[in-house]
């Protein structure tokens, strides 16, 4: 339960977010990085510093339980597929989580701890002039152990007890719950720009939901076939443009991206811009198809530029170029003698993401090992 299964930075890279198999979220941040820096220090600073940035434990919580769905007896891990960080508000942080079934949405905030004080008094032996036992006197009253005051007549008089912040301690709260919308499992999640919106993606659909509202999604893209039979391609990630709240990407176990835009028509069925390469003649075999298929796509920061992975490459696209992708990364190019025992051992089918640098010089990926 402790294998992390997600990892996310915030878009600032002060905040990373880790699930894991046991459907825990635990929240990091940084602690070597200045928040006000001078325009003098600044101006200085002309290197590139290469020490590794440094985080700390910061909370953690319960996001995910499992779960079962007696109407297909089908068992749903808690396992976390995805984490996703949305705008800060009020010095809150907001997250969406997902398992294979079922998105959250947390809000995670500073809350000050509340102690009552002043309540009660030391409790003494009995004075010797007959006040209360555990009294003490007080002028011409008697204090009680309670912090009330007796007066001479023996009515006590009330205290008030006296409440004080103190302490602050970090509480998530799941605000929304976003359920019952995919019959397949939840591959993807991508927040919108507009700060109001995200999507999330199965096998066959993607569906544009509201972060305020939990009970209604909008199907957007839908590939399944009338017929199961006809089913050629599968959907493996989708993502949001960056900047550009209409437009969003989404990838196919073919080995192509697809570009959409929301402003053309309520169901995305038709794509404004294909990515896809195509193979050198004859040189097609029986693990091409299989070796194409798109197990994670990102989009650059600045949305010029689109980085895709399959199984045996890295490539970055160009989204103003359709003909084919401007790079090409060769990830673990030794395995392709092997093929023929990755596929009998299912290894092929293995699915890897990729990620590249906020100033967009460099691209990451995982590999065996």
């Given at each position: 339960v402790d294998i992390i299964s997600a990892i996310e930075f915030n878009k600032s890279g002060h905040h990373l977010a880790t699930g894991d198999r046991g459907g825990r979220v635990v929240l990091f941040e940084r602690t070597d990085a200045k928040d006000h820096v001078s325009r003098k220090d600044a101006e200085k600073a002309d290197y590139s510093i290469s020490r590794h940035p440094e985080f700390r434990y910061k909370t953690e919580f319960q996001s995910h339980e499992p779960e079962f769905d007696y109407l297909k007896s089908l068992e749903i891990e808690e396992k976390i597929n995805k984490i996703k960080w949305c705008q800060e508000t009020n010095g809150a942080s907001f997250l969406l989580s997902t398992n294979d079934k079922t998105i959250k949405f947390w809000k995670v905030q500073e809350k000050k701890v509340k102690k009552i004080c002043e309540m009660n008094m030391n409790p003494s032996n009995a004075p010797a002039n007959g006040s209360p036992a555990g009294s003490t006197m007080c002028g011409s009253s008697a204090r009680t152990p309670n912090g009330g005051i007796l007066k001479p007549g023996g009515l006590p008089l009330l205290r008030l007890p006296v409440v004080t912040s103190q302490e602050t301690s970090l509480a998530a709260n799941c605000r929304r719950v976003y359920a019952h919308a995919h019959d397949y499992h939840i591959n993807s999640i991508s927040n919108n720009s507009d700060g109001e919106t995200f999507i999330s993606a199965d096998d066959l659909r993607i569906n544009l939901w509201n972060l305020e509202i939990s009970n209604?999604?909008?199907?957007?893209?839908?590939?399944?076939?009338?017929?199961?039979?006809?089913?050629?391609?599968?959907?493996?990630?989708?993502?949001?443009?960056?900047?550009?709240?209409?437009?969003?990407?989404?990838?196919?176990?073919?080995?192509?991206?697809?570009?959409?835009?929301?402003?053309?028509?309520?169901?995305?069925?038709?794509?404004?811009?294909?990515?896809?390469?195509?193979?050198?003649?004859?040189?097609?075999?029986?693990?091409?198809?299989?070796?194409?298929?798109?197990?994670?796509?990102?989009?650059?920061?600045?949305?010029?530029?689109?980085?895709?992975?399959?199984?045996?490459?890295?490539?970055?696209?160009?989204?103003?170029?359709?003909?084919?992708?401007?790079?090409?990364?060769?990830?673990?190019?030794?395995?392709?003698?092997?093929?023929?025992?990755?596929?009998?051992?299912?290894?092929?089918?293995?699915?890897?993401?990729?990620?590249?640098?906020?100033?967009?010089?460099?691209?990451?990926t995982g590999s065996y090992r």
């Open positions: 209604q999604s909008f199907n957007i893209v839908d590939v399944k076939p009338t017929n199961m039979e006809d089913l050629t391609e599968v959907i493996t990630s989708a993502e949001f443009h960056p900047s550009h709240c209409n437009t969003l990407a989404y990838s196919s176990s073919k080995g192509s991206i697809r570009l959409v835009d929301l402003r053309q028509s309520a169901l995305c069925d038709t794509h404004s811009k294909l990515f896809e390469q195509h193979e050198a003649p004859g040189s097609r075999s029986f693990f091409t198809e299989i070796i194409a298929s798109i197990s994670d796509i990102k989009f650059s920061m600045d949305g010029r530029h689109i980085l895709s992975r399959d199984y045996m490459t890295l490539k970055l696209w160009d989204v103003n170029m359709d003909s084919g992708p401007v790079a090409t990364f060769q990830v673990h190019e030794y395995l392709r003698p092997k093929l023929c025992d990755l596929y009998e051992n299912d290894s092929i089918f293995d699915k890897f993401e990729c990620c590249q640098s906020g100033d967009g010089l460099r691209v990451a």
